[in-house]
């Protein structure tokens, strides 16, 4: 049930001729993914977007824990990094959008984001925060948790903490 869910038609494919795309049937509102001046890729509002509104679902494989787990061990040894698209669904599960995502896996991190998260019976849903301008890049507090590895933040925004990271709260 929860990979048939989660899983799309239609997968993101970059090549040296083709450039990643937005799945067709993934959003009601027209995006497309482009050059980002936060990082590489990212995806943009081709139309208004009025706030409170479900702009995409987030797609991809499933995998449980376990399975994330050895696949992170994996990839962590054949290239020496993480992989870039991995979404938390709920303490066991998790969605990885380099595999038959839609294109939300494009979204890049900002501090502060025109997108939440929402998550609903086994899917991931991102819905507007406030208004998105036609042409706007679309973002996402990515919120890694404090004690993983630092990750730099690039998006600019007056609000940035620096660190796609969240800090550390005193206790």
Request: proline share 5%; aromatic share 8%.
């Amino acid at each position: 049930m929860w990979c048939v869910a989660l899983l799309s038609l239609y997968a993101v494919k970059q090549t040296k001729h083709r450039r990643p795309a937005i799945a067709p049937d993934a959003s009601r509102f027209r995006l497309r993914i482009g050059r980002s001046r936060i990082h590489g890729w990212g995806v943009f509002a081709d139309q208004r977007i009025p706030p409170g509104r479900k702009v995409v679902e987030y797609t991809g494989k499933l995998f449980s824990r376990p399975q994330m787990g050895e696949r992170l061990r994996r990839i962590l040894n054949r290239q020496g990094r993480m992989p870039r698209y991995v979404f938390r669904l709920s303490r066991y599960w998790y969605v990885d959008g380099k595999i038959g995502g839609c294109g939300a896996e494009r979204i890049n991190h900002c501090c502060d984001p025109n997108l939440r998260v929402r998550k609903i019976v086994g899917h991931i849903l991102l819905f507007s925060r406030r208004r998105i301008q036609a042409g706007e890049e679309l973002t996402l507090d990515y919120k890694l948790r404090p004690d993983a590895a630092v990750v730099h933040c690039r998006c600019g925004s007056p609000v940035c903490r620096g660190t796609i990271n969240l800090q550390k709260t005193a206790v």
